[in-house]
Every structure is written in structure tokens, then in C-alpha cells.
């Protein structure tokens, strides 16, 4: 089971902003031929980070304030948050290994 965040914009701010632990948000779209190659990704950095980090995805499509408000300009765009604060993004259908690095910094 993924301990994955499905996120709704309702939800972005209790489960993202008000988290005490950091958070990897994907914004991504269903139609996004890159999107679909960083998803499994994003899954299973959600399955090793469990209870260390919160790991989500939210649809642009259905959550367009949130896509505007963090300049999500390009998709797949992955946001890491800390204390509440977006601190640093990385663009595009990126290797494992650099959403990891970020996030264990932000550890």
C-alpha cells in the first residue's frame, strides 16, 4: 500500500502547509506524457519516506489556484515545502535520485 497523498486544494493546507514533517507535493496532470514517467517515482519515494515526510500529488487541472499560486508553469513540477514554506522545486520527468537528495536535506 502507498502511503501516497492524493491532495485536493481543500486539504493543501492542513496536510501540507500545517505538516510538521516536510513535504514533496507533484503537481502533474492525467494528459501529461512526462507526469505518467515521474508518478511511480513519486510512489515509491512515498512508500520509503513514510512517516518522515509527506509525499503528495495534486492534479493542476483541479486544483488551478494552487498550480498559480506556486508559479507551476511547467509540468511535471515537484515543490518541497518546510515549516509551511515552498523552499525549493525541481521541473520536468527528473531521476529518483535528485527528488531524494532534496528531500533528505530537508530531513
Same mark, same amino acid.
Request: charged share 25%; glycine share 4%.
Given at each position: 500500500?502507498?502511503?501516497?497523498?492524493?491532495?485536493?486544494?481543500?486539504?493543501?493546507?492542513?496536510?501540507?502547509?500545517?505538516?510538521?514533517?516536510?513535504?514533496?507535493?507533484?503537481?502533474?496532470?492525467?494528459?501529461?506524457?512526462?507526469?505518467?514517467?515521474?508518478?511511480?517515482?513519486?510512489?515509491?519515494?512515498?512508500?520509503?519516506?513514510? *512517516?518522515? %515526510? =509527506?509525499?503528495?500529488? @495534486?492534479?493542476?487541472?483541479?486544483? !488551478?489556484? +494552487?498550480?498559480?499560486?506556486?508559479?507551476? #508553469?511547467?509540468?511535471?513540477?515537484?515543490?518541497?515545502?518546510?515549516? *509551511?514554506? %515552498? =523552499?525549493?522545486?525541481? @521541473?520536468?520527468?527528473?531521476?529518483? !535520485?535528485? +527528488?531524494?537528495?532534496?528531500?533528505?536535506? #530537508?530531513?
Amino acid at each position: 500500500m502507498s502511503s501516497l497523498v492524493e491532495l485536493k486544494e481543500e486539504d493543501f493546507e492542513t496536510l501540507v502547509l500545517g505538516s510538521e514533517l516536510p513535504a514533496l507535493v507533484d503537481f502533474a496532470a492525467e494528459w501529461c506524457p512526462p507526469c505518467k514517467i515521474l508518478g511511480p517515482i513519486v510512489e515509491e519515494i512515498a512508500k520509503e519516506y513514510e *512517516g518522515r %515526510a =509527506v509525499v503528495a500529488h @495534486i492534479d493542476v487541472d483541479k486544483a !488551478q489556484n +494552487l498550480a498559480r499560486q506556486y508559479q507551476v #508553469l511547467s509540468i511535471p513540477t515537484v515543490v518541497f515545502f518546510k515549516n *509551511g514554506e %515552498a =523552499v525549493e522545486s525541481s @521541473i520536468g520527468a527528473v531521476p529518483k !535520485q535528485k +527528488l531524494t537528495e532534496i528531500l533528505d536535506r #530537508l530531513i
